[in-house]
Each structure stands twice: as structure tokens, then as C-alpha cells.
């Protein structure tokens, strides 16, 4: 038996085990619209008065599990890191054939014109996180995003001048460590670690939630900068040593 042939045979039971797990997960759960959580009914109910968050879980992530999302935080930053340390032992030398110029210019005109409106929609949803539907995470995503359309569009060599680590990782330390700053700050006011010193502003306003906002931007751009440094390792990796030199 060859390896590949083991390694299928130890593999399917334990791929049915899993598949079983989920089904009965999927099967024993309620019934799509209904909800029976007493904490969440709780939470809808004080959130917008106590915090001033029109967005329910933007409010539940920066400022009743805040430790929490601090921690997520951190394990994005650590995972970056250590993706980082393994491709750069990984990298081989430039030198083959082919280049990565893109050559339709259709894909080039649409994937410049993009840029723009997807960089709005990430800027938008990480701003109106306390308000609507959004939030850091989902906002740094959608930034990254609209920076990658720029090597999609038109080629490693332009997209080189966005995706330079050099530029990029002191907005990753930075915004990682103003998530902490804020929580100190608290501390040193005397009052529990990540308490809201800066009042809860005005409901449904981009200032609502007093320092959630600012949580919430040290995500948004921890998360696009994280993102765009494993972007740029990867084509570092495995597209620039097949770009022509000219």
C-alpha cells in the first residue's frame, strides 16, 4: 500500500466522523428565526441605551468581550508573524521567464476603476461599525481587498509601491498596540481595564461609543495591514521569482 493509499484509508473514517459531528449539529439546532438566548434578548435591550451603539455586536465585541477581541486580535497579529518567519526561509532566487504584466486591457481599466469604490465601501463599513452592519474586521478586509485589485489590475511592479512591509508593519504594530493603549489608559484613570473614558456620544453618529470607535478603527487597520503584509510575502514567494528581469 503506498502512502497515498494509507493516508486515504486513515483519512475517510475520520472525514465521516466529522461530517456525522456537523449533521447532528446542523439537525439538533433551532429552526431558522428562532432564537431562545436569553443573553442576546438581554443585550439587544440594554446595548442602545447603556452604550449608544445602534450595531448590537459591533457593541458586544468592543466593550462587553473587549478582552476578547483583544485576544483575536493578537492571534491575527502572532499568525501574520509566524506566516512571515516560515516564507521567508521559503523564497527562491528571481530568474525564470515569465512576467506578470497584465495584458487585457479590460481587466486593467475595470480593475483601476474599482479601486476607489471597494476602498469607500472598506472605509465605510469600518466607520459606521457602531451604527450599521460592519465593523474593524470586516472594514480592514475590504481596504486590503481594494489595495490587492491594484496588483490584479495591473501587475506586481505597480502594486509593489502599496505592499512594501516596510510601510506596512509599523501600521500593524501600531494599531495592535492603541488596542491596548486605550485599555491601560483606563487603567491608569483608575477605572477597569478597556472602560469607556471618553463618554458614549451621540446615538447612531460615527462619534457614538465613545473610545468603541476607536477599538474599532485600531482593528480596521490592524486587520488590512496584517493582511497586505501576508499578501505581499505570498507574491514575494511565489510570483516574484518567475518575473522576467528587464
Known amino acids: 500500500m503506498s502512502r497515498r493509499d494509507a493516508r486515504r484509508v486513515l483519512g475517510l ?34 446595548a442602545v441605551p447603556q452604550r449608544h451603539a445602534t450595531n448590537v455586536v459591533t457593541s458586544i465585541v468592543f466593550d462587553v468581550r473587549g478582552v476578547d477581541t483583544m485576544g483575536e486580535e493578537f492571534i491575527l497579529f502572532a499568525a501574520v508573524v509566524g506566516v ?24 486593467r481599466m475595470f480593475g483601476v476603476v474599482m479601486v476607489g ?15 450599521t452592519p460592519g465593523g474593524g474586521f470586516q472594514g480592514g478586509i475590504v481596504i486590503a481587498a481594494a489595495i490587492v485589485l491594484v496588483y490584479v489590475s495591473a501587475g506586481y511592479r505597480q502594486w509593489s509601491r502599496f505592499g512594501r512591509e516596510r510601510l506596512l508593519d509599523p501600521f500593524e ?50 486587520v488590512a495591514a496584517a493582511n497586505l503584509v501576508l499578501y505581499t510575502e505570498f507574491l514575494e514567494s511565489y510570483v516574484v521569482p518567475h518575473i522576467s528581469e528587464r
Open 173 to 222: 504594530g501600531l494599531a495592535a498596540a492603541a488596542y491596548v493603549a486605550v485599555g491601560l489608559a483606563a487603567l491608569v484613570a483608575g477605572e477597569p481595564f478597556l472602560r469607556n473614558l471618553l463618554g458614549n456620544g451621540q446615538t447612531g453618529t460615527l462619534v457614538s461609543g465613545g473610545s468603541m470607535s476607536i477599538l474599532n478603527w485600531a482593528v480596521a487597520i490592524e
Open 117 to 131: 469604490p471597494v476602498l469607500l465601501v472598506g472605509l465605510w463599513l469600518a466607520a459606521f461599525g457602531l451604527v
Open 13 to 46: 473514517p475520520v472525514c465521516a466522523a466529522l461530517a456525522a459531528v456537523l449533521a447532528a449539529g446542523i439537525l439538533a439546532g433551532p429552526r431558522f428565526g428562532e432564537f431562545h438566548g436569553a443573553y442576546g434578548r438581554m443585550l439587544n435591550a440594554v
Open 84 to 107: 512571515v518567519l516560515l516564507l521567508r526561509d521559503e523564497r527562491e532566487p528571481a530568474g525564470s521567464t515569465r512576467a506578470d504584466d497584465v495584458r487585457s486591457d479590460a481587466i
